[in-house]
């Protein structure tokens, strides 16, 4: 069994640029959430991906957006990148409920220059 | 509006020594407080999670206690290790919203030898 992977580990984009960040969620998880970690912060939560279709968002503006695939990985994309962009992006995958563990990658570093 | 407040930022605390880290938080709704540890460069990893309706959890060093009236919760890490040293997030969410983490901003531990 396989944990979550994220790909690329680091990532250095221009301002204005786009750009996709791609998870592959742990074996039997059919439940994707990304978060945006700045440096010495904790995670904010950016969107979470529920059988294809998106279950949730947190206070991110639609330049951040997202797909889940049948196979239930996603992409996190970002359009018009800002230097505030520049963190660590981080996937998170949950097995079907009644269960409620997420468990996270290694995450993608993001510098925006 | 930051839901969840963790504290201290840091802490130093000797080898064999008692490591607490402590959390409140405002929105009665959440069910489900896990811990995450996180090394440099890498994604939070689940520690231990606990839900309201109990008051204490414990695994190997790690305790969780919970105060529901109060609206807080706390990590204790028995008998410290050097290899404990590493930032310490507590989060909170709604199970039936699907889990989204709302994170604290996070401990610094750092464990002398």
């Known amino acids: 069994e396989t944990g979550v992977t994220q790909s690329p580990t680091h990532l250095i984009k221009t301002r204005g640029q786009q750009v996709t960040l791609r998870c592959s969620s742990q074996?039997?998880?059919?439940?994707v959430s990304w978060y945006q970690q700045a440096l010495g912060q904790g995670p904010q939560f950016i969107f979470q991906y529920y059988r294809e279709e998106e279950n949730g968002r947190g206070n991110f503006p639609p330049r951040f957006s997202g797909l889940q695939f049948p196979n239930y990985s996603s992409e996190l994309n970002v359009n018009a990148l800002e230097l505030d962009d520049s963190a660590l992006y981080l996937c998170a995958s949950s097995p079907p409920p009644p269960l409620t563990e997420a468990f996270f990658g290694q995450g993608t570093r993001l510098t925006v220059v | 509006q930051q839901q969840v407040k963790q504290s201290p930022q840091s802490l130093i605390v000797q080898k064999g020594g008692i490591s607490i880290i402590n959390c409140a938080y405002e929105?009665?709704?959440?069910?489900?407080f896990p811990w995450y540890q996180q090394f440099p460069g890498k994604g939070p990893a689940l520690l231990i999670a606990i839900r309201p309706d109990v008051s204490e959890k414990k695994e190997g060093r790690f305790t969780i206690s919970f105060n529901k009236s109060a609206k807080q919760f706390s990590l204790h890490i028995m008998d410290s290790q050097p290899g404990d040293s590493a930032t310490y997030f507590c989060?909170?969410?709604?199970?039936?919203?699907?889990?989204?983490?709302?994170f604290g901003g996070g401990t610094r531990v750092l464990v002398k030898p």
């Open positions: 074996s039997g998880h059919n439940t």
């Open positions: 929105n009665t709704a959440f069910d489900y």
């Open positions: 989060a909170a969410s709604k199970r039936a919203a699907g889990n989204k983490l709302t």
